[in-house]
């Protein structure tokens, strides 16, 4: 007998058996059929084996067998559940976790860089329905204190204040109505510093804003006041006296307000425009030129001529 596939001879076998070429390794059947093997029966244990009763299967037994065997990947997967819910939360859940927590004072050393976080509001005046940023001054500073001791005033901004002097409406998603940002003079000069053998400099700014509804902040770079002689902000002034103050402009329903040190002298002042998007009430009167924006004194809430 020679293997099909390299054609050498293989050694014999007995009929059905499976020969192994040498050569190539291919396997190959004797021809013939097998021996039938020899069966034999002890007589006394078939009859004993028929005498013994026969057990009887009925379709309760194979209802239960079956539940048994259905259970199994019902455990399985309770048990999977349990470990992954006892393991901790999800990647999914912790980014949920980390956007939804509102930063306390305590915590701001450790908070994000150049990426907005809520605020924990505790301790504000009001709410945002009729935001008074006025009087909410003094919280941002004590949390920009909490981001740097020595955090001063830069800009504030507080947009859509009513022609009779009624605090804004910051809800439903009207992104900037309050806007503040500090800056530290430690802060700028450990930016200098650096700046002159690397260009990654220190984040020297600590802004907040409203935003699609909450109270939030960023640690980022703030443009700080150029004038050496730059006091403390006075933030006195009510919303009634800056619209009373800007009686000259022609008449909006709303107005922006910008308070910001002067870049000559360092002395503070308030900037009263037309909100964007504000309509006309009524013509100026004759002979009254507008040049678009009204300057006020932050001391003395009086109109700079």
Known sequence: MNCKKCGATLKAGEPGAVITCEYCGHEERVA????APQISVNVQEVIASAARPKVKINALGCLVFIA?????????????SSK????GPSKAEKRKQKRDKQWKLSELNNAPKQRWFKLDRGGMVGGLAELDAIANYQWALNMAKGWSADARLA????????????APNAVNKRD???DVRFTSPSRVAAADKMAEVSEDQPLD??????????????ITNVSPPKAGNVGKAPVTCTYKQL???????????YYDASLMPTWQSGEWRWTINEAFGSKRRRRPRRGKRFSGSVHVDAKTCKRID
């Open 176 to 178: 900037g109505a309050w």
């Open 243 to 253: 619209v009373a103050a800007a009686k000259e402009m022609i008449k909006r329903p």
């Open 84 to 87: 992954s819910s006892s393991s």
């Open 205 to 218: 700014g600590f802004r907040i804003s409203i935003r699609k509804d909450e109270v939030q902040a960023m």
């Open 32 to 35: 013939g059929s097998p021996a």
């Open 68 to 80: 048994i065997f259905a259970a199994v990947p019902i455990v399985i997967c309770v048990n999977k």
């Open 155 to 166: 800009r504030m901004t507080i947009r859509r204040i009513r022609h009779d002097g009624v």
